[in-house]
């Protein structure tokens, strides 16, 4: 019989599963999803009887990650981290220090099939889904790592993998954040990042959940955007715009738009003119990221001089815009750059 991931569970499935799969009492639950979130092995659930240690290591496995290497940048508080799930299958997360925090970048998915051309998390195509459990553990991994307590402040869904092609999954462990027993997170401390995936953004503005939206437009028109972003030839850019403005509107919500400037395709003045009438009347941010390298893309950031120029026509045009501030480009932990690793790669 296949194991069952304890943290897989809800706290209600928990819960569940200890009184009638287990005969135990419903506190139980309560003391293995303590356990759970600090980021233990069954073995070391002390407070728990022998006999029931027993029957969660015969029936279940806690079903985290397991951090197998970590790298510092020389140059800021970034850390990344390699994670390991319980096949094997190795994914990649990324944690940085701000002034009000820290901020976990957190993958969805093992790999990534929407083929951004700037993106190194698609090149091996999509592996699998994670779970909502795999997803949490993550962030227990990463806590426990740094001493154990709660370290991480804030999420952003901007790892490997599109969060709406995971969307049950996604949306599962949004709702776990703050139950009992979890890592205590508030909805309105996570950002989700997508791609564009229209029914996606339709479904997730009815769930209630008060998350910020990241829209990766990087383009101004579909011209451009199709050449750089495979979704644009199933979503174009003007009904993209509409669902997104429908999530603004239902949510109540600032929306931020991504845009990764590459030399010579959607780094110029006009793209910038363009890309402020396109979003002119919207109550959005934009965050411009000067591209950040992947050795098997043939592609190339601007000079800061173009990208200063970019920015000032976006000013100049009354839309909100910052530069992103780049942050552990030398552990290739910056947007852009995580990736779907194996194990041949992890001692690399």
């Known amino acids: 019989m296949e194991k069952v991931a304890l943290m897989d569970?809800?706290?209600?499935?928990?819960?569940?599963?200890?009184?009638?799969?287990?005969?135990?009492?419903?506190?139980?639950?309560?003391?293995?999803?303590?356990?759970?979130?600090?980021?233990?092995?069954?073995?070391?659930?002390?407070?728990?009887?022998?006999?029931?240690?027993?029957?969660?290591?015969?029936?279940?496995?806690?079903?985290?990650?397991?951090?197998?290497?970590?790298?510092?940048?020389?140059?800021?508080?970034?850390?990344?981290?390699?994670?390991?799930?319980?096949?094997?299958?190795?994914?990649?997360g990324v944690l940085m220090g701000y002034h009000h925090g820290h901020t976990l970048c957190m993958s969805t998915q093992v790999g990534c099939r929407m083929g951004c051309a700037?993106?190194?998390?698609?090149?091996?195509?999509?592996?699998?889904?994670?779970?909502?459990?795999?997803?949490?553990s993550q962030i227990v991994a990463v806590n426990k790592e740094l001493g154990g307590g709660r370290h991480v402040d804030n999420i952003v869904l901007m790892g490997s993998g599109e969060p709406f092609d995971n969307y049950d999954q996604v949306v599962s462990m949004l709702r776990r954040l703050n139950e009992k027993n979890s890592v205590?997170?508030?909805?309105?401390?996570?950002s989700l990042s997508t791609c564009g995936l229209i029914p996606g953004i339709d479904r997730f503005k009815k769930e209630g959940l008060?998350?910020?939206?990241?829209l990766s437009l990087h383009a101004p028109n579909d011209q451009i955007r199709n050449k750089i972003m495979p979704v644009s030839c199933a979503y174009n850019i003007k009904d993209t715009i509409a669902a997104f403005a429908r999530y603004i509107d239902e949510t109540g919500r600032r929306g931020i738009i991504e845009y990764s400037l590459i030399s010579g395709v959607n780094d110029s003045?006009?793209?910038?003119?363009?890309?402020?009438?396109?979003?002119?009347?919207?109550?959005?941010?934009?965050?411009?990221?000067?591209?950040?390298p992947v050795k098997e893309r043939d592609l190339n950031a601007p000079t800061a001089a173009?990208?200063?120029?970019?920015?000032?026509?976006?000013?100049?045009?009354?839309?909100?815009?910052?530069?992103?501030?780049?942050?552990?480009?030398?552990?290739?932990g910056a947007c852009g750059q995580l990736r779907h690793k194996t194990k041949q790669e992890q001692n690399a």
């Open 9 to 92: 569970f809800s706290y209600e499935e928990l819960c569940a599963f200890v009184v009638e799969e287990l005969g135990e009492s419903k506190f139980r639950a309560d003391q293995i999803g303590q356990w759970l979130y600090r980021g233990a092995e069954i073995e070391e659930m002390k407070n728990l009887s022998k006999d029931l240690r027993a029957k969660l290591s015969d029936r279940c496995i806690v079903g985290g990650v397991k951090i197998v290497k970590t790298l510092k940048s020389q140059h800021d508080d970034t850390q990344k981290f390699l994670f390991e799930l319980r096949d094997g299958e190795l994914i990649e």
């Open 118 to 136: 700037f993106c190194a998390s698609t090149l091996d195509g999509l592996v699998r889904n994670l779970t909502a459990g795999e997803m949490l």
């Open 184 to 190: 205590g997170i508030g909805l309105r401390n996570v």
């Open 210 to 214: 008060p998350v910020t939206l990241c």
């Open 269 to 292: 003045v006009e793209c910038a003119a363009e890309l402020s009438r396109l979003l002119r009347g919207l109550r959005v941010h934009v965050n411009v990221i000067a591209l950040n």
């Open 306 to 332: 173009r990208v200063q120029a970019f920015l000032k026509e976006l000013e100049n045009r009354h839309i909100s815009a910052t530069r992103r501030r780049l942050m552990g480009e030398d552990i290739e």
